[in-house]
């Protein structure tokens, strides 16, 4: 399967403990994303990379949200000291830089913080 | 800012045809998607406009008028398994990307 993962598909976890999630974008794709989504919401972004440069960064991420992608290749998506507010489904995307820049979603990971 | 505005349920009959509508407004407006989420999955590509007019996809089409801030998606021939939420997602060229900004969703049930 070529398609975008992420790990872990579902994350239970206390609050004020530390989370890290991973996504592993389609190899060919420059552009990688992350966004937030609760329920009955769209996807809220969150930031964004080309390649290992983030570009952008929402207000919605805040200093406890950190994102990186050393080579260029995978994303983690870490929070640290998590909070109730913190539960919703986080879903990365990858894309190519030129065209039409259509976006490809893996499956999310799904974190209940309690 | 922005605004992106579409029905928060809808509700038809399977074999029939179901308009999804959407408006928006953004500046730095690039294109529109348009992507289908069943419940627990990802979002996944139906449809992108970036020129007016109406764009056909087998049972599923696309409308974009820029002028009038508004688009919608046309099912055909509905079946059991389009019960999903339809997603709008308006595209911005922002830092030298394309920053989606999502609507609500539309849950859309298909009944018999």
């Known amino acids: 399967d070529t398609g975008v993962s992420q790990n872990p598909r579902h994350k239970i976890t206390k609050r004020g403990q530390n989370v890290t999630f991973r996504c592993d974008p389609i190899?060919?794709?420059?552009?990688l994303y992350w966004y937030r989504q609760t329920l009955g919401q769209g996807p809220e972004f969150l930031t964004y990379f080309q390649n290992e440069a983030q570009l952008e960064k929402s207000r919605l991420l805040s200093d406890r949200f950190s994102a990186e992608r050393p080579k260029g290749s995978f994303s983690t998506l870490e929070i640290q000291r998590t909070e109730q507010g913190d539960s919703a489904m986080y879903l990365c995307?990858?894309?190519?830089?030129?065209?039409?820049?259509?976006?490809?979603f893996g499956p999310g990971t799904r974190l209940t913080v309690t | 800012g922005q605004n992106i505005d579409q029905p928060t349920e809808m509700t038809a009959t399977e074999g029939a045809i179901v308009q999804i509508n959407c408006t928006y407004q953004t500046s730095g407006f690039n294109g529109l998607f348009w992507y289908q989420q069943h419940a627990g999955e990802a979002p996944t590509f139906l449809s992108y406009?970036?020129?007016?007019g109406l764009e056909e996809k087998g049972r599923f089409s696309s409308f974009l008028s820029r002028s009038k801030g508004y688009s919608y998606l046309l099912l055909k021939e509905l079946q059991m398994k389009d019960s999903a939420s339809y997603l709008c997602a308006v595209v911005r060229v922002t830092g030298g990307g394309n920053k989606l900004t999502f609507g609500t969703g539309t849950q859309l049930k298909v009944e018999l």
């Open positions: 406009n970036v020129l007016d």
């Open positions: 995307a990858s894309s190519f830089w030129t065209g039409e820049g259509e976006q490809y």
């Open positions: 190899s060919e794709h420059n552009r």
